[in-house]
């Protein structure tokens, strides 16, 4: 390629020395210089001719031109090619980031719907075992319920029973009288006339005529032993359920009729009392 351009510029050259030579033929003292340039000429043209038949016989000069041209040519290509290249790989990076990102918010979405249904499935595990303990309570107090009914039809069977089984006045009381010296000394005997006692004296006081079964002084003193309960009920006492359900309480109740509206019926019941206060009496002297 250099040779070519070398080329190039003697022919340039060459033009520059035919335009002096034009100049120079009218001066007749211009013949060494116009040998000069004839030989410079020569010598070009003749360096042209070779080049030119080097060009057209393919000679190596145009071989490189033509290697060097095919050799950018490919370079080119390459270069295209590996900007494209680059470009796909560029473009499948971003698809695959954004494929995976795709991936990961469907991956955290999917998570958090687990974890949603996990916390539904647990809150309705507990509201479930809400329902089951609190239906399993509910049939509890029933059963309980049914179960205190039951007792305490059983206890007021037995105090019906019990109501019933002496007789009211001076023979139920001689037969509990009796039941009660089996177990015990006279000393349950006063205890006894103690009670019938102040009610003769104060009939009025309902205190005296109220006794509750679970009194600690009255158990000590006639609750505990055989024929307590039954010298209560010869001299007209009522066992009763008093109280709520909650805190029931079982009472030894002696009615006093109204004085007001009956006063017969008052004064046969006062009567009475006096009667068996007197044959408690007896049976300690």
């Not at 007749?28 to 340039?37: G, H, V």
């Not at 009025?204 to 679970?214: G, L, Q, T, V, Y």
């Not at 307590?228 to 009920?233: D, E, K, P």
Request: charged residues 35%; contains cysteine; aromatic residues 4%.
């Amino acid at each position: 390629m250099s040779e070519f351009r070398q080329a190039t510029a003697h022919v340039d050259a060459l033009e520059a020395r035919l335009a002096q030579l034009q100049q120079c033929i009218a001066d007749d003292n211009a013949n060494d210089y116009l040998e000069e340039n004839f030989s410079f000429i020569l010598d070009l043209l003749h360096r042209y001719d070779n080049i030119k038949l080097a060009m057209e016989e393919d000679a190596p000069l145009r071989l490189q031109v033509e290697s060097k041209l095919k050799q950018l040519a490919q370079q080119q290509v390459i270069r295209q090619q590996e900007e494209i290249a680059r470009e796909k790989e560029a473009r499948d990076a971003q698809r695959a980031a954004e494929l995976a990102n795709e991936q990961e918010k469907e991956r955290l979405l999917h998570e958090a719907r687990e974890r949603e249904a996990e916390r539904e499935r647990e809150e309705q595990e507990r509201i479930q075992a809400l329902a089951i303990a609190a239906q399993k309570k509910r049939e509890q107090r029933e059963k309980e319920r049914a179960e205190e009914e039951r007792q305490r039809q059983l206890e007021e069977q037995e105090r019906e029973r019990l109501n019933a089984s002496i007789p009211h006045g001076k023979e139920g009381l001689e037969k509990a009288i009796a039941m009660l010296r089996e177990g015990t000394s006279n000393e349950s005997l006063q205890k006894l006339l103690a009670v019938v006692s102040n009610i003769c004296k104060s009939p009025e006081n309902a205190a005296f005529r109220h006794i509750p079964k679970d009194n600690v002084h009255f158990h000590a003193d006639l609750g505990q032993y055989p024929g307590g309960h039954q010298c209560l009920l010869a001299m007209g006492f009522k066992e009763l359920q008093q109280g709520d359900e909650t805190q029931p309480r079982t009472v030894f109740v002696l009615e006093e009729p109204d004085l007001s509206e009956d006063l017969d019926a008052w004064s046969t019941w006062f009567d009475e009392l006096k009667e068996l206060q007197s044959l408690v009496e007896s049976k300690l002297g």
